[in-house]
């Protein structure tokens, strides 16, 4: 299981090995129950079950070193404290009966801690968009100054981004929500599939479709395929605030609480660590993403290669996940901006990223595209990484451009509320 670091209760607590046990009883009581409903077993023996069934994972373990085998490690436990009426217990049931069932308990009680950590995400994204939806500062491709566009505009894209996960989550639900009770190599040759039915029922679960003797490994795949992706945009958004960060651009900084220091050699560093953290846990999911998609491929009807694997992957890939989110939304509610960096670094070298402005107005005033395209370009290069550089006073005195636009032309192309005005068809998509 992941280490302690990233390890919150909320999610730890479901991957305990206890809990894991728990939900190994809550399957086979189902089973039970479903086989007393339908006639096979006593309902007094099923009420007996109930009442004493339980167990210690202490004297499991300790069962199981010597059997080696972690299922009759468990059952045998279980009818330590039963007695009589445990015969009843795992009847005509095979380990991944139990096992995968119990398993898709707990995957379903993880998703549903994503999804709340997911919905505190959206919800911190959402307010500081709407903080700052007219806080202006410039685009970038390929780290290169572009256009200007507004910090909550680059936030409503996280959010877009953010609602697509929660929507994946809550589908995937129904595809890991599922339970098989068919017995060896899955043909119910020694249990109705009513008891399947019934036993699934009472767990919140749909029987699979055609299992063989255990639920097939794409679901498993998917399920951690799709924490990976979640993964993948939250790196996408700490890559974000590092590059924003950087002493040279510091358009956005990471809290530095009271008494935190951020280097142990140099005393003024303030350093973007819970980004860098989410940066470095995403390549762990993405490469327990390639594990489950590994498992897939078990031999004939089943084998246990996916098992080992699956005690890592699966709790790592929740634990860590979920640690990602709460770190993320943190870091979000607290995100110090500084405006006016952002207007600082929008204006350096004198406007340089109004340029297609410039083009257009002397494209609309006559001149062709290959011409305005020279003109401005010869601007913006004198006065690219210039000290001095000030492209609005270069164009401003070329006579190029002035025997075209006004001067009250020249400043439309300077403003940046031109690339604003239609923002409001985003946020308005996103309630912003």
Known sequence: MAIERYTLPEMGDLWTDRYKLQTWLQVEIAVCEAQAELGYIPTEAVEEIKAKANFDPDRVLEIEAEVRHDVIAFLTN???YVGEAGRYIHLGMTSSDMLDTALALQLVASLDVLLKGLEDAIVAIRYQAQQHRNTVMVG?????????????????GWLAEMM????????LHKHIAVGKISGAVGTYANIDPRVEALACQKLGLEPDMASTQV??????????QHLALLAASLERFAVEIRNLQRTDVLEVEEYFSKGQKGSSAMPHK???????RISGLARVVRGNAVAALENVALWHERDISHSSVERMILPDSCIVTHFMLHEFTDLVKHLLVYPDNMVRNMNLYGGVIFSQR????????GLTREDAYAIVQSCAHEAWNKPNGDFRKLITADPRVTEQLSSQEIDECFDPQHHLKNLDEVYQRLNI
Not at 270 to 276: A, F, H, T, V
Request: aromatic share 6%; net charge positive; no cysteine.
């Open 164 to 171: 697509r996960h929660r929507d994946r989550l809550v589908n």
């Open 140 to 156: 970038r491709s390929h780290g290169i100054h572009a256009e200007p566009i507004t910090f909550g505009f680059k936030l409503a």
């Open 215 to 224: 639920i097939s490994r794409d679901r498993h795949g998917e399920f951690v």
């Open 358 to 365: 410039v083009l257009l107005a002397l494209v609309n005033k």
């Open 270 to 276: 303030r350093n973007p660590i819970r980004s860098e």
């Open 78 to 80: 279980v009818n330590e």
